[in-house]
């Protein structure tokens, strides 16, 4: 059974001030979270899936501190997640298909979704306005092609080619090329 976000948070905060138990309960309360999370990313790479899972929770121990109690924290350790994928992607060049790179950019399970806002507005900080707002407006708003175009004045190929090129230069950062 899924520990519950509250619980989470309040067995990070024990293990903050110095509860033990408390630590390593959400340690092992995040061990299938973190395997639900990678495997549905990698799948066929079970392998990877283990070692970012024990990645991911050295990660958050070692990093702790940079908790903030205040925060819901699946948030913070789905992005701590996020961040050990992408390095994962960058050591072994693997390359990921354009079109789900929207499933592996976005992390279920956020309960603040500024965190998540947060990273999406970075990531689409590198590519043009325009490929930008194209993505936001179908990718993660979830509009048609033909709902975003009537929305952003523009003509339904132009945004199909800026979703095609938005994601192809996002794939690109990822991997290192961009």
């Known amino acids: 059974m899924r520990a519950s976000e509250e619980q989470l948070r309040i067995w990070m905060i024990g293990g903050l001030d110095g509860d033990a138990e408390a630590h390593t309960a959400l340690l092992r309360a995040l061990v299938p979270m973190l395997r639900s999370f990678f495997g549905r990313r990698l799948r066929g790479a079970e392998d990877d899936v283990e070692d970012l899972v024990q990645e991911t929770l050295m990660a958050i121990h070692t990093r702790r501190g940079t908790y903030d109690r205040t925060r819901p924290f699946a948030a913070w350790a789905y992005a701590v997640a996020r961040y050990k994928m992408i390095d994962q992607f960058r050591r072994t060049r693997r390359t990921v298909p354009i079109e789900g790179l929207e499933d592996i950019l976005i992390a279920e399970g956020f309960e603040d ?28 708003n979830g509009l048609s092609m033909a709902e975003a175009a009537k929305a952003g004045g523009m003509s339904e190929v132009d945004v199909k080619v800026s979703v095609h090129r938005g994601l192809k230069a996002l794939a690109a950062r990822l991997k290192g090329d961009g």
């Open 113 to 140: 979704a500024c965190a998540a806002r947060m990273d999406i507005d970075r990531l689409l900080g590198g590519i043009s306005d325009k490929q930008a707002r194209a993505i936001r407006a179908t990718k993660i």
